[in-house]
């Protein structure tokens, strides 16, 4: 296409020869602004020793590593680095927020007595000794010709790839803090695996060259399916639902001619709704030369699906290669092309899935543009146009993403990859299994979804998948039903050895039970099995994980419900022919999991800045609650409710979309439904006693998903995701400005402080009550306390609402006011009410006295009893407007504000 200037003034000034000189002065600038927010922060620090529990000398060595301005509130985040002897410590990243050079905003990370806990200041260890360590320990393999390239410095450094890293392998000393109290010498470096699947930041030991510690910046979202944590709860049938696509307001577009027929917003997947073509979807402020520019020029560098935002392409190989096949839209940019699922293998529809995967990335990038994820609070763009930070010199730009769909590094997964601000980062979404049983003969003639198993070599996610997978081993065979020597015979565990008569050629029915999945299928396999269904022994079914090599015969799970017919069917001696079989779900069709993977960037890269991607390492951090939320934010639609289940991942995993998805409980305010409280944060223990980070991330969704309600109802629902002012849109404000202000290691309360904060900045604290009633109904009240947050187990649960005091500035006339577990008694239901408003107990409330309050607050409505069961409150006679209900005895005082229609 020919080209046509645009007279913006970057663009002029990228043109000719004062660019240079104006980059001076800007950074020349950038030091006076530095040395002026040196000095505020330095002062600050000083008078506030005492409230940070620092010595004098902990506050005198750090150096600021980002300045991020705010346009949406007119403030400027510093995060600063603590440092002993010009080193730094890791992860010791305070965050102060400066308005009118003022700092309104502080959060202390830094180490407290740091010298007093130095064990050294030289290293024993040489660089290129701990790369070829971390190697070695990691199992990447023996680095091939390793080089160092460059010396920043006497302790920083960058070697070559040697064959272990996809990217060149920098080395630095920092000082490692340790859960003992001491801070050690390490060397600082980064690997990203030739697979891309992990991208290992390590901290060696600079004396005896051991690791100290390591975190991933390739967050894999596994779902726990290894583990065998991983439930589906199967529904007979799938049930669609046309979705309406909404109209997104914009500005002139300069390439009006542009389509994409994609899974437009706000449908989530294939099973929510149909697609559509779709033109002049950019974002004129967000993305101003549109999705296939690179170069701030009017007219597209390509015609495939690649541009300023990201790169999407095809990665059926697992090569990790940046040329990947592409679609071409051609001149026009029209990317137009069938789709048919129906038993066809994903590479028939490649082009659909990388063009679903490339305009879902770019709306996740110009959509959380007009929310502050911008170019100086580091988002992922290869061109920044001139409008990166002026205090982050030379700019960092290219750092588009990549994003690779169809990858065949994995199955059943997403994940991606965050590196610091000016390192592009990786996205890799796989397929899905889905897989059906066809019952053929019999009265449960019938297709039913099942779930195929996921051995693998060692047991764990990391390892090559073993076992037979359903999608290259179909099976048909009648079934017969496990009948070992054993009290329990249809339970499959035998250890005897004796043959087990009548499985030869059958597809053998075995209860899930006594023994583990690997010996209850090896056991079948030996006496003749072509394939194995498991009926599990509680709700929905599992994906069946462990270590081996020796199983050759498809196995699957299904309900206990479905088992249980099965079963008595087969007792009653009835022939039950079935196929087994399976085909790939694309996960660049589900735009909720796309999403997900895009806000780990998000999160990774607004905590402790851009130039910090490690904040989230500790094990109370909520990265993948703020990547739920993120998905589930922008697939809303206008006649959704409050009490609608909203599961994740419900297309990929084969689910209804009333399913739980990937998630213990679905999303909604219904805590009958997902009863998730902080106290559960407790209970998120993987079996080998380590964290489940996405079981501790949906407790923190679930009260941000409360929050998307709780403004809603306040302000209503906007359907236009970049320019609206509804509720919606002022929670996605409210957490991307509060991840700008959430601590580095933050746990709940440091998120939930940083959201409050949040509120005052953008909305002048307007919100203030409504956000702590959100908070402290989940648990997370006033006195909730998050302990170490580099543990899960030490939490302190509270329901109450600030003192007085504390809200004196704000109008809480529905503030609630409660004592232990009170809010957990209560459901109250409908809200908004008409005729009457129900009170559903859990325990029975003795002597309670009932009132019902209007605005003004005078009694009309109360009534002293013992309360139990459900409780029915008559408010035909209550005129339209806001009231409080109170309900008290002796020990309990709790209060809920209700609405009358």
């Not at 007979?236 to 696509?245: A, D, M, R, T």
């Not at 069938?338 to 709306?363: C, E, R």
């Not at 006496?527 to 462990?546: D, E, K, L, Y």
């Not at 739980?660 to 079996?687: C, H, S, W």
Request: glycine share 8%; net charge negative.
């Amino acid at each position: 296409m020919k080209k046509q200037l645009v007279y913006f003034t970057f663009n002029i000034l990228k043109r000719n020869n004062i660019k240079s000189l104006l980059l001076s002065s800007v950074f020349f600038l950038s030091f006076i602004g530095f040395g002026q927010h040196n000095k505020i922060i330095k002062t600050y620090l000083s008078n506030n020793l005492e409230k940070f529990n620092l010595t004098p000398a902990d506050a005198t060595e750090w150096k600021i590593t980002n300045e991020v301005y705010s346009k949406q509130t007119n403030v400027t985040h510093v995060y600063i680095q603590q440092t002993f002897k010009g080193i730094p410590v890791y992860n010791a990243v305070s965050n102060f927020t400066l308005k009118d050079n003022k700092v309104i905003f502080a959060r202390n990370s830094f180490v407290k007595n740091l010298a007093s806990k130095i064990n050294t200041v030289s290293p024993v260890l040489q660089p290129k000794t701990a790369i070829t360590q971390v190697a070695s320990a990691l199992h990447l393999g023996t680095p091939i010709g390793l080089e160092l390239i460059e010396e920043k410095g006497n302790s920083a450094y960058v070697f070559s790839k040697s064959g272990i890293s996809q990217e060149k392998i920098p080395v630095e000393l920092v000082y490692q803090p340790l859960k003992d109290g001491s801070v050690k010498l390490s060397w600082l470096l980064n690997i990203y695996q030739l697979d891309g699947i992990h991208w290992w930041n390590v901290r060696i030991d600079a004396i005896k060259g051991v690791i100290l510690d390591k975190n991933d910046w390739g967050v894999s979202c596994n779902f726990d399916i290894a583990t065998g944590t991983h439930y589906h709860e199967s529904k007979l049938v799938k049930q669609p639902i046309q979705s309406p696509v909404i109209a997104i307001k914009k500005n002139v577009n300069f390439y009006e001619g542009a389509q994409y027929n994609v899974f437009g917003l706000p449908v989530e997947s294939p099973n929510h709704g149909s697609r559509s073509l779709i033109s002049a979807s950019h974002n004129t402020l967000a993305s101003p030369f549109g999705w296939h520019d690179t170069d701030g020029v009017i007219g597209p560098e390509h015609t495939i699906t690649r541009g300023n935002n990201v790169y999407a392409q095809l990665d059926d190989d697992n090569d990790n290669d940046t040329q990947g096949y592409a679609p071409d839209g051609g001149n026009e940019l029209v990317f137009n092309y069938l789709l048919d699922m129906n038993n066809k293998p994903a590479d028939s529809y490649k082009d659909v899935s990388i063009t679903n995967l490339f305009y879902l990335n770019n709306v996740m990038h110009d959509i959380w543009y007009q929310y502050g994820f911008d170019e100086v609070s580091g988002n992922f763009q290869s061109n920044n146009y001139g409008r990166e930070a002026p205090l982050t010199f030379p700019p960092t730009d290219g750092d588009e993403v990549i994003a690779d769909a169809q990858d065949a590094g994995g199955k059943n997964n997403a994940n991606f990859a965050t590196p610091p601000d000016g390192f592009t980062p990786r996205m890799q979404m796989y397929l899905w299994d889905d897989a059906i049983m066809d019952i053929t003969t019999g009265t449960l003639a019938g297709k039913y979804p099942i779930t195929d198993s996921n051995f693998t070599i060692d047991g764990t996610s990391d390892t090559a998948r073993s076992g037979a997978p359903l999608n290259e081993n179909p099976v048909t065979a009648d079934l017969v039903l496990m009948n070992d020597d054993t009290p329990t015979p249809i339970n499959g565990c035998s250890e005897s050895g004796a043959p087990i008569a009548d499985l030869e050629g059958k597809i053998v029915v075995i209860s899930r039970g006594e023994c583990s999945f690997v010996s209850k299928i090896k056991l079948a396999q030996d006496n003749g099995a072509v394939g194995v269904i498991v009926v599990n022994n509680t709700g929905g079914t599992i994906r069946m994980g462990g270590a081996t090599e020796n199983i050759t015969i498809p196995a699957v799970s299904i309900t206990q419900e479905l088992g249980n017919f099965i079963i008595s069917a087969l007792s009653n001696s009835e022939t039950i022919n079935v196929f087994l079989a399976a085909i790939d779900l694309d996960g660049s069709f589900d735009n909720g999991i796309i999403a997900h993977e895009y806000g780990h960037g998000i999160s990774n890269r607004l905590i402790g800045g851009g130039a910090n991607a490690n904040c989230m390492n500790n094990q109370e951090q909520l990265g993948e609650g703020w990547s739920d939320y993120f998905g589930m934010a922008i697939t809303m639609n206008p006649d959704d409710t409050e009490t609608r289940v909203r599961g994740v991942g419900t297309f990929a995993s084969g689910q209804a979309i009333t399913g739980n998805g990937i998630r213990r409980y679905p999303y909604t305010t219904d805590m009958a439904v997902n009863p998730f409280t902080f106290k559960e944060v407790k209970d998120q223990a993987l079996p080998d006693g380590e964290v489940s980070v996405h079981g501790v991330g949906s407790i923190w969704a679930t009260m941000l998903w409360d929050l998307h309600w709780k403004m809603i109802n306040i302000y209503g629902f906007d359907p236009d995701m970049y320019n609206g002012t509804g509720g919606n849109n002022k929670t996605m404000a409210l957490v991307i400005e509060g991840l700008k202000l959430t601590p580095c290691s933050s746990g709940f309360i440091g998120a939930r402080d940083a959201i409050l904060a949040a509120d005052e900045l953008l909305y002048n604290g307007a919100n203030q009550c409504a956000i702590w009633e959100v908070f402290a109904r989940r648990g997370l009240g006033y006195s909730a306390d998050s302990g170490d947050t580099d543990s899960f187990t030490d939490q302190t649960i509270a329901f109450d609402m600030p003192p007085e005091n504390v809200l004196s500035t704000f109008s809480c006339n529905n503030a609630l006011s409660v004592e232990g577990d009170v809010l957990e008694l209560f459901k109250i239901y409908p809200n908004p009410a008409s005729t009457s408003i129900n009170i559903s107990l859990t325990n029975e409330v003795k002597n309670a006295t009932t009132a019902i309050y209007d605005i003004n607050g005078r009694q009309v409505y109360a009534q002293k009893s013992d309360l139990k069961g459900t409780v029915t409150i008559n408010t035909e006679n209550l005129s339209t407007g806001i009231y409080i209900l109170k309900i008290n005895n002796e020990v309990i005082n709790y209060s809920q504000k209700i609405i009358i229609n």
